[in-house]
């Protein structure tokens, strides 16, 4: 258990990469918009591009995604995991809501990863302080 816990750290580091960058992971979501509406040649081109360019994005997620659907299953406090996928799935919603402004995207996903960043946090002093966690959330 100590070791799914530990995992947590590179998806710290990961959260923090983001929030130093997150126009990288802007610009990989809207190449996979202009995906979807291209059409045959064109979407084959932009389909390799992304790969080359976003694979291992990508798999980092979804390795943070299957993750997080474990400590759901596993861990005595899966609300804090439930938040983090919660947290993707309402992303993803708020972005296509709000496609048409280029700044709030921006902020909108500072302040996600910020959120992340928290409950990720919250996992880490959970399972190594308990006693602090119980007088920070209770």
Known sequence: MT??????????????GILLNPKKIINLKKKLDEVRNLE???????????????????LFNLFYFSWSITGLIIYQHWYLFFFIIFLSFFSSFITKQILFLDKPIFYYKIFETILSIIVLSLILISFFYPNLYNNLIF
């Open 40 to 58: 045959g040649e064109q979407k084959t081109k932009m389909s390799k591009e992304i790969i080359s360019s976003g694979l291992s994005l990508i």
């Open 3 to 16: 070791q799914f816990i530990l995992i947590s750290i590179f998806f710290l580091i990961y959260e923090f």
